[in-house]
């Protein structure tokens, strides 16, 4: 317990933002709330101004480049459809990019290591009031704020969340698919800490882990009636405790979930810092490693037309799992890796084998008019069990299927918004 307890005392010393750093943020965010305040004023706007995200909260952790959310309420007389043209107004003169969405937001870039993202949000009453799901925000603040008085708890927050993002779980943005920062506040508060957090993680069996902290629901069996069957999705549901018809772990995939769980069980076993360290993949290594073994390795490079951010990473994603999909008909993918660079391009790598032979199953051979369309498709055809099959070897490289592939799939790529695909000497 001793050992436990120092790695995460120097996990904490690690994570902690600077002083100077809070000082710098807090200085800048006084001055801009100010700013918007007057700017409220003055066009005589009927909002208020709340500070949310993990800043309101007291969990926030050292990163490269911070974000601090901030919302305007804004009374319910404005519709859904004005929020985001009224916050442009507010703005008034501050310099500001719009980043689209299911509504919406604004990012204004304060200072050399953060970032503020102004938020519109409808002022609600009560939850199920709410039209878009940042409507919730100031609920989940007020819940966390109101249920969370320990340090001792709001610093193993801080540890989950640095845990999460160093094992590339942290994250409920499609293409991570992971625990959202407002999941892990509640889960570690839910466990009464890191340690039985993740212990309690390692330890799911089910199928469905249904964890419901405010018990909205008189048992189990009535989420499962009473969710909507999109919320029932992810492997752990997690009832928000603000709003009880939603799940705030619904962003979470079973392949995310099933290597956050993983890496839980191999810290439990052998308990070290590493597991807080941001991984770097050593490419050249896997290269190394792929030629060895007479394998082939490719990393490519793919661009989109869409905003950086969620939406381009959800179409890289998405572009990768198709390319995968299409790889994996004629070689056996050993090793692969997907990396967003938030930006609008990503890298993929593949470790690859060419299978060698493909067979593919045809008709029946009573069925004359499609065994004729078959073999005038397949060049080297056979019979077994009453059906023609066709086979045929791979006779070329994994890069030269990226290439024939791209060539021949260019409206495709068009369609799924990729710009270019290029292979990365």
Known sequence: MKRNEKILEEVLKRIEPTKEDLEEIKSYTEKFLS????????????????????????????KGKYDIDIFIRYDKKYKNEEL???????????????????????????????????IPVRKINRPEEYENITDLSYFHVKYINSKIKSKKILDEIKIAKAFCYANKCYGAESYISGFSGYSLELLVYYYKGFFNFIRAISKIKKEKEIIDIEKKF???????????????????????????????????????????????????????????????????????????????FILLETET???????????????????EQEISKLFII??????????????????????????????FLSDKKNVLRFKKEHKTTFSKNNKIYSRWKINFTLKEFVNIWKTKNKKKMRDMNILSLKEVK
């Not at 009473?226 to 079973?254: E, F, G, V």
């Not at 905003?307 to 390319?323: C, P, R, T, V, W």
């Open 35 to 62: 700013e918007l305040k007057n700017n409220l004023k003055k066009f005589n706007i009927n909002a208020e101004i709340f500070t949310g995200g993990s800043f309101a909260k007291g969990t926030v952790i050292k």
């Open 84 to 118: 985001s043209n009224i916050t442009k107004k507010v703005l008034n003169k501050i310099a500001f990019t719009q980043i689209h969405g299911s509504r919406d937001y604004f990012r204004v870039n304060s200072g050399k290591n953060f970032f503020i993202e102004l």
């Open 218 to 296: 008189k048992n189990k069996k009535n989420v499962l009636i009473d969710l909507n069957t999109s919320k029932l999705n992810s492997p752990i549901i997690l009832i928000d405790p603000t709003y009880k018809q939603r799940n705030a772990l619904a962003a979470l995939s079973y392949a995310t979930y099933e290597k956050f769980k993983k890496t839980c069980i191999e810290f439990l076993k052998s308990p070290s810092l590493s597991f807080f360290e941001d991984k770097k993949m050593d490419l050249d290594k896997i290269k190394e490693s792929a030629l060895k073994n007479k394998d082939e």
């Open 305 to 323: 037309n869409k905003q950086e951010g969620d939406i381009a990473g959800s179409k890289l994603m998405k572009f990768y799992n198709h390319l």
């Open 334 to 363: 050993k090793e692969k890796g997907f990396n967003y660079n938030n930006k609008k391009s990503a890298r993929y790598f593949f470790v690859a084998k060419n299978k060698g032979e493909i067979i593919s199953e045809g008709p």
